[in-house]
């Protein structure tokens, strides 16, 4: 069966301090792998997407990174962190996308937080 | 644009009442829309989907939700509601941009349960 491990689960960074927050899957290949923040009040927003090793889709402007070194592995980072930043990031992974009349369930992971100081 | 819409930022029932979470969709084409739960410092779980044929899809954990397309809503629903339900709920509607579609999430309701 396919899990998905996030890492750390919480995290307590001062502003203007590098992030990196990783993303695992097992079970599968070819994921296609999300990132989303979750910030107080504001619901869950897709910050980037990627269907492929090095392939990296990002939905919104922002301080923030991703990258797709191995096939299973999605990492969110950041060089100088913001108040901003601060709230709870989950990763996410779907099965390979097929066409555009059809759709993959998303399956999350446990979700990082994140607390910029 | 697209977009969900959850009028009820926060629910509190009386435990053994009756449920339904509201969620209204922006989207010009057929959605594909979802219902996630999110207990406490933890990921999201899936409660069901809808993406054709019959408008009234049941879930897990007793829990079920209504299509209808002439009030551009998804509403969610259980009959007897349990502690345990207390969480925060998401509806979400799939957008296609390009060849991928993603998750559009509204800002999530959070339920109370009163013994």
């Known amino acids: 069966s396919q899990t998905i491990h996030q890492w750390p689960a919480t995290l307590v960074q001062p502003v203007g301090s590098p992030l990196s927050l990783e993303c695992t899957v097992e079970?599968?290949?070819?994921?296609?792998l999300y990132w989303y923040r979750q910030a107080a009040g504001r619901g869950l927003q897709l910050l980037f997407y990627?269907?492929?090793?090095?392939?990296i889709s990002s939905e919104v402007p922002q301080n923030l990174s991703a990258s797709r070194p191995q096939d299973r592995q999605f990492i969110l980072s950041s060089k100088k962190l913001l108040l901003s930043d601060s709230g709870f990031y989950l990763c996410?992974?779907?099965?390979?996308?097929?066409?555009?009349?059809?759709?993959?369930?998303?399956?999350f992971g446990p979700g990082t937080r994140l607390t910029v100081l | 644009a697209q977009s969900v819409t959850q009028p009820d930022i926060h629910i509190t029932v009386s435990e053994g009442a009756s449920l339904e979470l509201r969620c209204n969709y922006s989207?010009?084409?057929?959605?594909?829309l979802f219902w996630y739960v999110q207990s406490p410092g933890q990921g999201l779980q899936l409660l069901l989907k809808?993406?054709?044929?019959?408008?009234l899809v049941q879930g897990i954990k007793g829990f079920e939700a209504e299509f209808k397309r002439s009030q551009s809503s998804f509403n969610l629903r259980k009959p007897s509601v349990h502690w345990s339900d207390a969480a925060e709920y998401f509806c979400?509607?799939?957008?296609?941009?390009?060849?991928?579609?993603?998750?559009?999430f509204g800002k999530g309701t959070k339920l109370s349960v009163k013994p």
């Open positions: 996410a992974w779907s099965d390979d996308f097929v066409g555009t009349s059809s759709y993959n369930e998303q399956f």
């Open positions: 079970g599968t290949s070819n994921p296609n």
């Open positions: 990627s269907v492929g090793i090095g392939q």
């Open positions: 989207y010009g084409a057929t959605p594909y």
């Open positions: 809808y993406f054709s044929g019959d408008t």
């Open positions: 979400a509607v799939v957008i296609y941009g390009g060849s991928q579609g993603n998750l559009i």
